[in-house]
């Protein structure tokens, strides 16, 4: 499956980079793995949704937020491999969901994330995953996600 294509069909384009917000980078390649630090929903710089899961946030929003982030992992991914044929396989996704206290479904909007991996790598978009409920996230984000990401060597 050539990623790229699946990307067109689903009128996906890769954007730059995201900055770091803070010190840190934004991939690091160890070996064959890629590990990417924590991304958020951000287009051109801003947040799509702000605020914790359901409250200020509905739940579909936090999904299209988590599938944000993904495209934004991607693009961090392609940056430092190149080329994203040469991902092997989505190994690990730690997603974390700005939730009020009550709020119980954050697999549910971090699937948002999940999905689009699929979808776009197949097989190889399959992963592990660990998602946590916290109090907030940096700017006010209702998610954040993290991968780990095995390369062609």
């Known amino acids: 499956m050539n990623p790229y294509d699946k990307l067109k069909e689903l009128g996906i384009e890769l954007p730059q980079v995201v900055k770091p917000l803070a ?33 200020d946030v509905s739940v579909d929003d936090a999904y299209k937020c988590a599938r944000q982030a993904a495209i934004n992992i991607m693009a961090a991914i392609q940056a ?18 700005a939730s009020d206290d009550d709020f119980t479904m954050q697999p549910k909007v971090i699937n948002g994330a999940s999905d689009l991996f699929v979808e776009v790598f197949g097989d ?18 209702p ?6 990401i095995e390369v062609e060597s």
Do not use: C, Q, W
């Open 143 to 148: 998610i954040e996600i993290d991968a780990i």
């Open 80 to 97: 430092e491999i190149g080329d994203l044929r040469k991902v092997k396989r989505i190994i690990r996704l730690n997603g974390f969901v």
């Open 124 to 141: 190889a978009g399959k992963h592990t995953r660990a998602v946590m409920g916290v109090n907030r996230l940096p700017l006010n984000s």
């Open 23 to 55: 010190s840190y980078v934004p991939t690091v390649r160890t070996g064959n793995l890629v590990f990417v630090s924590g991304n958020l929903p951000l287009v051109g710089g801003k947040l799509i949704f702000e605020g914790r899961v359901p409250g």
